[in-house]
């Protein structure tokens, strides 16, 4: 069973998540914040992670750096509902994220990325 880890400091997006992955088969972790995401990322097998951009102490871009300085194969899945001058999915792509999403989105194109990402050979992405 696929471990999937959901880093988002919103309660209702924890749940939503929790309850789609889990009626996939997959089993979930939820984090908070990305200080948290990362030390479940450090003592857990993460097959995916999903993760929020914007969240108090470690965001997501900071935590995304870390994550593929630690594990170069990370997979991981972006989102944010922020809006402004900086396109936060701009730069988690630059930082090596393959599939991003913006809040709202589509709860069946969000599985489909994880099925996606969990049969995408694990090999260091080139920078």
Known sequence: MATILVV??????????????????????????????????????????????IMPDTDGIEMISKLKEESPEAKIIAMTGATGDMNFLDVAKQCGVRRVFAKPFDLNELVSAVHEELARESSPTSA
């Open 8 to 53: 988002d400091d919103e309660q209702p997006i924890q749940d939503m998540l929790r309850t789609v992955l889990e009626s996939n088969g997959y089993r979930v972790l939820i984090a908070g914040n990305g200080f948290e995401g990362l030390l479940l990322h450090q003592r857990n097998r993460i097959d995916v992670t999903i993760m929020d951009l």
